[in-house]
């Protein structure tokens, strides 16, 4: 492009004399009018250039301003301890009024494994390399076997709980049985459980009988993790995901109950949500401070719940909230904080709580810290003049 328009001004102005020296440089010439070699020769020229300003001036960026900085990847926030951490030496002396573990009940030859066992100052003992320190308990009065004849009928999903025909509900049939002692009792739901193995089967294992267990209903294998609940004792809860402030940012799952979704999507969900598994005497929130706003889901979901004889245990924030079949609410979740002195400064607001009204019910998340914890507390309710009820004991028939 460029070599043509010299030629075309060149003819314009007229023909100059031929200089000696054209007849030398005629091949160059000829070779230059060629586009690729002239779009070559002038890149050559055009870095050639800029070298020689470089080499005659300086680098033009030589006086700017320069800084330098050593990037590092943020570290990752820390977890929950586990049982083991959080019971660890550090801090024992504010564990001094929890009672000891029972060694008998750790089972031939100590700790799992034949890991070294650590006598621990208050009488506790810790496995070590282990996440959990309380002792694996053996299974205490299994419960039948779910699902118990009359008890389901078919559903779109999978069986769905119902009221038998000759009256049995559910609420009762699926619950622990249970007998007062006189004594004030203290009840504790340790929910999220079936998503984490090593937490679900701990809290199966090492917390007592009488606590009852909650169960995420999007875990893989749910029916197996209830039916081995139930093989231990345990009576069992469904949670159910419901609409928080924040949705959908904070979103609790696709089956999320709505508080603008109205009746039929909430019996649509619920449809779902409690056929995935079978056993459970009650169902519990998992969030849901934003559908309890709503008159018509809360009036949906208890009426469901009330036709299907399950109980409704919120975790205090639906406390004014009627319905169901039966009712009740948490007095203390026992775990916002997530560390051992403030777990046991709730569990130690529960116990006065259950002295003074003559019951309590906690609630917590399957955290390591907490059924460790737990698993501790548990064992000196007796000696403290407490009783340890399950969840459906704390339970009421609206209207009596």
Do not use: C
């Amino acid at each position: 492009m460029f070599a043509k328009r010299q030629s075309a001004l060149a003819a314009a102005a007229g023909a100059p004399p031929e200089p000696r020296s054209r007849v030398a440089m005629e091949p160059v010439l000829n070779a230059l009018k060629k586009p690729p070699v002239a779009a070559g020769a002038a890149g050559v020229f055009v870095i050639g250039a800029a070298a020689l300003f470089v080499a005659v001036l300086g680098d033009p960026r030589a006086g700017a301003p320069t800084a330098s900085a050593v990037l590092e990847r943020p570290v990752a926030a820390d977890t929950a301890p586990t049982g083991a951490e959080a019971f660890g030496f550090s801090g024992l002396d504010i564990y001094q009024d929890l009672g000891p573990i029972d060694p008998a009940l750790m089972g031939e030859g100590g700790a799992a494994g034949g890991e070294a066992l650590i006598t621990l100052p208050d009488g506790a003992s810790v496995a070590s390399g282990q996440g959990f320190s309380a002792p694996v308990r053996a299974p205490s009065s299994p419960l039948p076997k779910a699902p118990i004849a009359g008890l389901f009928q078919p559903g779109p999903n999978g069986p769905l709980p119902r009221i038998a025909a000759d009256g049995r509900v559910p609420a009762q049939a699926y619950a622990r049985p249970f007998r007062s002692n006189g004594k004030p009792m203290v009840a504790l739901v340790v929910g999220g459980l079936g998503l984490n193995s090593a937490t679900t089967r701990a809290a199966i294992e090492r917390l007592p009988a009488e606590v009852t267990l909650s169960f995420v209903p999007y875990a893989e294998g749910l029916q197996t993790w209830i039916d081995m609940a139930r093989a231990h004792g345990h009576e069992v809860m469904i949670e159910l995901p419901m609409e928080p402030t924040g949705y959908p940012d904070n979103d609790p799952g696709p089956y999320t109950l709505l508080s603008s979704g109205g009746a039929d999507d909430v019996a649509v969900k619920l449809d779902w949500l409690l056929a995935r598994a079978t056993g459970y005497f009650g169902v519990t929130n998992y969030l849901g401070d934003r559908f309890a706003t709503s008159d018509e889901g809360v009036t949906a979901l208890m009426t469901n719940l009330r036709q299907r004889g399950l109980a409704f245990l919120d975790d205090g924030s639906m406390r004014r909230r009627p319905g169901a079949f039966a009712r009740a609410s948490a007095d203390r979740v026992v775990d916002e904080e997530q560390t051992p002195a403030a777990i046991l400064r709730q569990f130690n607001a529960l116990e006065a709580a259950a002295k003074t009204n003559g019951a309590a019910l906690g609630t917590g998340f399957s955290y390591p810290v907490t059924v460790e914890a737990a698993a501790r507390w548990t064992a000196g309710l007796e000696a403290r003049g407490l009783q340890l009820a399950p969840a459906s004991a704390m339970t009421r028939r609206p209207g009596r």
